[in-house]
Structure formats: C-alpha cells, structure tokens
C-alpha cells in the first residue's frame, strides 16, 4: 500500500499541472509585439501602468485605472488582447464600466417603460377613431 501513496501524489500533481498549464501564451517571439506598444495599447484603454512583465509567456500589466482601481491585465503577445483581467475596486467604484454594455442596460432599468393609456371600449379618442 505505501508504494502505491507516492505513484497516486506524482498523477494528482502531474494533473493539476496540466490544469494550470492553459495560461500560458505560446505565440513565437518573432510575432510578439514590442513593450513599447505593448504600454502604448494599455495607455489607450485608459490604464496608467506601474509595472510591466512577461509570465508564462504573457505580457502581464499591473496598474490603475482613471478611477484608482487596482488591474492587473494579462495580454497575448502577438495581438495585445486581454486573455485575462482582475480588478481590485475601491469603495464606491463602479464595477459596470467593465461589462460591455452593462451601462446602457443600467440605464435602461433605472428608467420605467413609458406608459400609454389604455383606451377601453367606452373613451373616446382625440380624433373621434379608435
């Protein structure tokens, strides 16, 4: 039985490994694009970036936001697209501007549907038709 405990510890963390593997960006380093455009592209969405690394074959960004938040972004190298995004929010912050759409739904919710009068058998209408 004891020989069997560390065969069973070696798959579970072969297997977990292969699980966290998915991360990782496995583009050539003649497609990446350089830092430079790299931090330009995040100063465009609005992110003022502290500090810029590569991990697991990533671009990771770590900075802030216009309202103060917290970010973290992990971009692909080769076309600077957000794989992955983790914000810390401050009290009071608004979490909508980062669904897409999620604003406009908002608004929507937040004003009631227009309502029209009901028109019954016996009212009359403005022009004398129904």
């Known amino acids: 039985m004891k020989p069997l ?3 069973v510890a070696v798959t579970l963390l072969s297997v977990s490994a292969a699980a966290l593997a998915g991360d990782d960006c496995h583009r050539p380093m003649t497609e990446w694009r350089p830092r430079e455009a790299v ?21 990771e960004v770590r900075g802030r936001d216009s309202d103060g938040n917290q970010l973290r972004l992990k971009l692909d190298p080769a076309s600077l697209s957000i794989l992955k995004l983790e914000v810390r929010f401050l009290d009071g912050a608004d979490p909508l501007r980062y669904l897409p759409g999620a604003r406009a ?18 009212v009359a209408t403005p022009s004398g038709t129904r």
């Open 39 to 59: 931090m330009s592209h995040v100063a465009g969405l609005g992110v003022t970036a502290d500090h810029l690394r590569i991990d697991d074959g990533c671009y």
């Open 105 to 122: 739904r908002a608004r929507d919710v937040a004003q009631p549907p227009a309502v029209r009068p009901r028109r019954g058998p016996g």
């Open 5 to 7: 405990v560390p065969l």
